[in-house]
């Protein structure tokens, strides 16, 4: 059902808001439209893609999985799709979704809806529960330790001999 809605409800509803708006501004303002539509939205899409970009980065510097900014990644690539699909519909939504409070609120939904299939897939293969410190808590490599002032770096020089 969701496949019939999009393959053939959303053109047709396109169509009919396009033949509308058209009849009322006329077919060149109703084209330019649409290309300056696409232009704005790409651009705006470039911005949003860049900013949650660095914000993935910021979070997997911390330590920590990134599951947010990939949900919303997914939904920035969706909105750039909308907003090259000519019609006023669909830039409407992608907009929408180009919006930063609007598209977090769906990336939780889709970490939701994503979740069960993510967690499955996780697990350590020997039993344990993975690699332990000195304090025994879980390693995780670039997380700095409380009492640590500066992640351990360890030095050191070789030398090969054939």
Not at 23 to 37: R, Y
Not at 99 to 125: C, D, E, T, W, Y
Not at 137 to 156: A, K, L, V
């Amino acid at each position: 059902m969701p496949l019939l809605f999009i393959f053939i409800l959303v053109p047709m509803i396109e169509l009919a808001v396009l033949i509308k708006v058209g009849s009322q501004i006329g077919v060149l303002w109703t084209l330019a439209l649409i290309f300056l539509t696409a232009i704005v939205g790409v651009t705006l899409l470039r911005a949003q893609g860049l900013a949650t970009l660095m914000r993935a980065g910021q979070r997997l510097q911390e330590g920590s999985l990134p599951a947010q900014e990939l949900a919303e990644g997914f939904l920035l690539a969706l909105a750039g799709a909308l907003l090259i699909t000519p019609g006023f519909v669909t830039d409407a939504i992608g907009f929408t979704l180009l919006l930063p409070g609007i598209r977090g609120h769906f990336a939780g939904s889709v970490l939701k809806m994503f979740k069960p299939q993510m967690m499955g897939g996780m697990g350590n293969f020997g039993g344990g529960r993975g690699p332990r410190d000195v304090h025994g808590e879980t390693e995780q490599p670039g997380r700095i330790h409380p009492n640590q002032s500066r992640p351990t770096i360890i030095d050191g020089e070789y030398r090969r001999e054939d």
